[in-house]
């Protein structure tokens, strides 16, 4: 056994480890929560396409088996990723669904055409995958001869799909983050372990190596012939698939702490459910004028809180008493200091269905969860930078945040200024 190039295949072969030791583990999660099963079928996939160099060495009878589920593997990884993504950032468990399996269409495809060409004679698979040898289609029967060619065109056109695919579903995956960040400030009071950043570090490395591919392609294709280092791009790849399982590995939904909850939420909605009917009947009671009154104020007043509450039966007396609780719970409980608080905390706190705190939040007080409570912090923060001398790290750690960089952002947002300048413009004031 010749081995040309062993660091080269080490890279491989650790590659290939990492993925197998993450798979196994992540589908060993998917029996508790199913969002893990998506990126376990991603890392498979993957495993798949890049095995060529440690399949040709220990194993070459397998190189063309690998090479025909390359076209379905390939088909794979773009929404098997869209899944975890989803499962990472849904407010319920995430689990596969009936609409889920159109995604998979593509790749369906592609293992049709693998189930052809695995029935297709040895030696003619051989020839095509494994050494490149397009002339022996002409010593086929003419019949096998037009299925061949009518399968690559197929192939070709998959291949094209992919890549139009892979634009698509990072298109969506970056719209469902940043979604999801937003949708995280109305529910916590602090989110950085729960945005996900690395992953837009990765999709941005992604990117970039798949630009670089595409590239090379072209180049090579129209210019010049151009290769990649072979060991560079292995080396990268290994860094990439260590760092998604690792990651993915260590990441929990960032809504998992609600999913305990359900039956709350579940009891809000019928709530809110019988409300509005009452609301209903109350309005169909009501003059012709005071209706029209009501569709002109609708007509008028269109922004976005109104638009995503406008099911909702809370009025406006009730929804000052709530923020007439809940500014109690920041001014006399602290409960601001509670550096894990969120919106679930505060309402069973204040004994307040957890929509109707929200909807309070956005309509009457106007901000969201985040805002609201790190400006009661940073109010607490701006005195003990003025009475004390503690670091303000320590100070940060104190009034609720969970990172200096959160608190550094807080604080300059609602200040224009950072907690140094605040601290040193007082003591200058002061003097």
Not at 170 to 179: A, G, H, M, V
Not at 373 to 386: C, G, P, W
Request: charged fraction near 15%; include cysteine.
């Amino acid at each position: 056994m010749v081995i040309d190039n062993p660091i080269l295949l080490a890279l491989n072969i650790c590659t290939l480890v990492v993925i197998i030791f993450s798979a196994n583990l992540l589908i060993l999660r998917a029996f508790e929560r199913q969002t893990y099963l998506p990126l376990a079928m991603c890392l498979l996939a993957i495993g798949i396409i890049i095995c060529q160099p440690t399949v040709a060495v220990f194993q070459q009878s397998l190189q063309p088996v690998f090479l025909i589920l390359s076209l379905p593997a390939i088909l794979l990884i773009a929404p098997s990723f869209w899944f975890y993504v989803q499962g990472l950032t849904s407010e319920t468990p995430w689990h596969f669904s009936k609409k889920s399996f159109r995604h998979f269409i593509p790749c369906g495809i592609g293992a049709f055409i693998a189930l052809l060409t695995f029935a297709m004679p040895t030696e003619i698979s051989h020839a095509l995958l494994v050494e490149g040898n397009e002339d022996i289609l002409a010593t086929t029967h003419v019949v096998l001869r037009y299925i061949i060619y009518g399968m690559l065109i197929t192939v070709f056109a998959l291949v094209l799909g992919w890549v139009v695919q892979s634009g698509i579903y990072f298109y969506k995956i970056i719209q469902r983050l940043n979604s999801y960040r937003t949708h995280l400030k109305d529910l916590f009071a602090s989110t950085e372990t729960k945005e996900i950043r690395w992953l837009t570090w990765l999709l941005v490395a992604v990117g970039g190596v798949w630009l670089a591919t595409a590239v090379n392609l072209v180049l090579d294709n129209l210019f010049f012939t151009s290769e990649l280092d072979a060991l560079l791009s292995n080396a990268v790849i290994l860094v990439m698939i260590w760092s998604l399982a690792l990651w993915g590995l260590r990441q929990k939904p960032g809504f998992e702490e609600l999913y305990n909850n359900q039956d709350d939420f579940l009891d809000d909605i019928a709530y809110d459910a019988i409300s509005k009917q009452i609301s209903e009947t109350s309005n169909n009671a009501a003059t012709t004028e005071e209706s029209e009154t009501k569709a002109s104020t609708s007509q008028t007043n269109t922004n976005a809180p109104q638009t995503k509450y406008q099911r909702s039966a809370l009025d406006q007396q009730h929804a000052d008493k709530i923020a007439a609780k809940i500014e109690n719970a920041m001014q006399n409980d602290e409960l601001y200091l509670d550096s894990s608080l969120s919106l679930q905390k505060l309402a069973k706190h204040i004994h307040t269905s957890p929509n109707y705190i929200s909807q309070t939040l956005n309509e009457t007080l106007g901000m969201n969860f985040f805002d609201y409570v790190n400006k009661y912090r940073v109010e607490a923060a701006k005195q003990h930078l003025i009475q004390t001398s503690d670091t303000v790290l320590d100070i940060a750690m104190n009034v609720g945040f969970n990172a200096k960089s959160s608190f550094y952002t807080a604080f300059k947002k609602e200040t224009q200024q950072t907690p140094s300048q605040f601290r040193k413009k007082s003591s200058v004031t002061s003097q």
